[in-house]
């Protein structure tokens, strides 16, 4: 009986799916199915043809409908996950140069373009170290004014310290306590709390005069990582100079990805990291506790979703169809990586992921400082990948951005250009691919404001207000203000749009004074 079920079973489906007609009985208790609430037996996809029998699949249907679930969760996880890789990278730099704790790595002549490092500037004073927790609290003694702030391992904030922290720029003791600490905590300290084991702490010290002395020197004195527990007799650091070294701190952009992000998930507890996202992990084989070991189907659908992500971040960060997104809406290409202020990606209510996978791919830190207002303190930063027609930005090609009189930046301002592949310094023959107005030599037009030229070449008589991009290779740029005034904020101030140079004979219309 049970074989003849199924063998009828089996002529039905055969018949459906061989597109039969098969007449079905009109029942006592039937009623009129409304429009809309059921699905073809025969259905065109964009993973091709599938086939069910009322509703349920066939084996090849079933598993192409899998393989599209797991990529939409190797996707997602790419996209969200991002974050996680990027920390890691920075971690893994960071090792380079010695160990946790009592590792410092300094950069003492400024940070320049050999160093793969996430839309560094060349201006500030780098400085961080990788603060790696056990069971007792960490105590950090951080050096005057700089910008320092601390992130988990899941690239998450967790405090600010010096100009824009609790200290306020003199230095202080930070107490940061492991994750789940439940012990005493003493008196005298800033007092911080970690999710993660890792931690990322990073300060920006500032030039005087030109020069990096006070900064590093303040750094060398004063800055400090050790266990309570050592409060008495902490330590030596040992403080290492980068400048002029080679760094890499860039996480992978294809299937490995996964991997350092599985490096993660092992070596941190999950308290507080989204479970939105652990899920979408969990679906590709990236579990606490268990092995990553994808088999060759999921190793597949992992290159395919990496080359997705890829491609889609690189899409939103250069050309974002949200609105949010621009700094002046409908009127210019400059961008802004915290729509409404918010370093959190979150606006009304909303989630903003896609701009945060963005962000993950182009910079790295995250502090409130970067997104708020703070007259007069901290820095405002301005991006683009585009010239004034909408156009990529190309090495080959000579292009102008005027500068507007009275700069709201108390302090100074910048412009430092960077490879579109891996978003650090534009490898050029200069060691600076950079210009501001801390540069000496930099001329100012009679009418206070500036022209600043991008080309491979110098323009004839502006060799003091260029930098050279690389003939084949496009470039972005950030423009940054530190101590950023009122009229930034409310836009009364605005830079120009990076404007394409032609010249007379080029093909092109002439559309400048340089003949």
């Not at 091709?48 to 797991?70: C, M, R, T, W």
């Not at 939409?72 to 990278?89: P, R, V, W």
């Not at 350092?260 to 084989?285: F, R």
């Not at 809406?329 to 370093?343: D, I, K, R």
Request: proline share 7%.
């Amino acid at each position: 009986m049970k074989r003849i079920m199924i063998a009828a079973l089996s002529a039905l489906v055969l018949a459906a799916n061989m597109g039969w007609a098969v007449e079905i009985p009109k029942m006592k208790m039937a009623t009129e199915i409304p429009e809309g609430i059921t699905t073809p037996d025969n259905i065109q996809t964009r993973v091709g043809e599938l086939n069910f029998f009322d509703g349920v699949p066939d084996i090849e249907s079933a598993q192409k409908v899998y393989n599209l679930l797991d990529f939409t969760h190797a996707y997602q996880a790419f996209l969200d996950g991002t974050k996680i890789a990027s920390m890691d990278g920075i971690r893994k730099g960071i090792l380079e140069f010695g160990p946790a704790n009592t590792t410092a790595v300094l950069f003492e002549g400024l940070m320049d373009s050999k160093a793969l490092f996430l839309t560094a500037n060349t201006t500030s004073v780098y400085m961080f170290s990788w603060l790696e927790m056990g069971d007792e609290p960490m105590v950090i003694e951080t050096p005057p004014n700089v910008l320092g702030f601390i992130n988990d391992h899941w690239f998450r904030y967790v405090i600010d310290f010096g100009n824009l922290g609790p200290d306020e720029g003199k230095g202080g003791k930070f107490l940061v306590l492991p994750p789940g600490y439940d012990g005493d905590v003493p008196e005298g300290y800033h007092v911080a709390r970690t999710n993660t084991y890792g931690n990322w702490v990073i300060w920006r010290g500032y030039q005087k005069d030109g020069s990096t002395a006070d900064a590093v020197n303040n750094t060398k004195e004063k800055f400090r990582i050790y266990p309570l527990s050592k409060k008495d007799n902490p330590p030596k650091m040992t403080f290492v100079n980068a400048s002029g070294k080679f760094m890499n701190t860039i996480h992978r952009m294809d299937e490995h990805i996964y991997d350092e992000i599985n490096d993660v998930v092992q070596a941190e507890p999950l308290m507080g990291e989204n479970p939105e996202l652990l899920g979408h992990l969990a679906a590709i084989g990236i579990v606490k506790g268990q092995p990553f070991e994808p088999d060759e189907r999921m190793k597949a659908i992992l290159k395919a979703a990496a080359n997705a992500g890829s491609v889609t971040v690189k899409t939103v960060i250069s050309k974002p169809r949200d609105k949010r997104f621009y700094w002046y809406p409908g009127e210019s290409y400059w961008l802004t990586a915290f729509p409404g202020g918010a370093y959190t990606w979150e606006l009304d209510g909303v989630s903003l992921p896609d701009i945060r996978a963005a962000f993950h791919f182009y910079a790295t830190g995250i502090t409130p400082a970067m997104a708020l207002k703070k007259v007069g303190k901290g820095s405002q930063y301005a991006f683009t990948y585009l010239d004034s027609n909408g156009n990529p930005l190309d090495g080959s090609k000579t292009y102008k951005v005027n500068v507007p009189k009275d700069v709201p930046a108390k302090d100074f301002w910048s412009f430092t250009l960077y490879d579109n592949q891996t978003r650090s310094m534009l490898q050029t023959d200069a060691q600076f691919p950079a210009i501001g107005s801390n540069d000496k030599g930099v001329v100012q037009n009679e009418d206070g404001s500036y022209d600043i030229y991008f080309a491979p070449e110098a323009p004839e008589g502006k060799e003091s207000n260029w930098v050279q991009t690389v003939p084949g290779k496009g470039w972005n740029t950030i423009f940054r203000l530190y101590g950023p005034l009122e009229s930034w904020f409310d836009q009364t101030w605005r830079p120009g749009e990076i404007e394409l140079v032609t010249y007379a004979g080029s093909g092109e219309p002439c559309s400048c004074d340089e003949k």
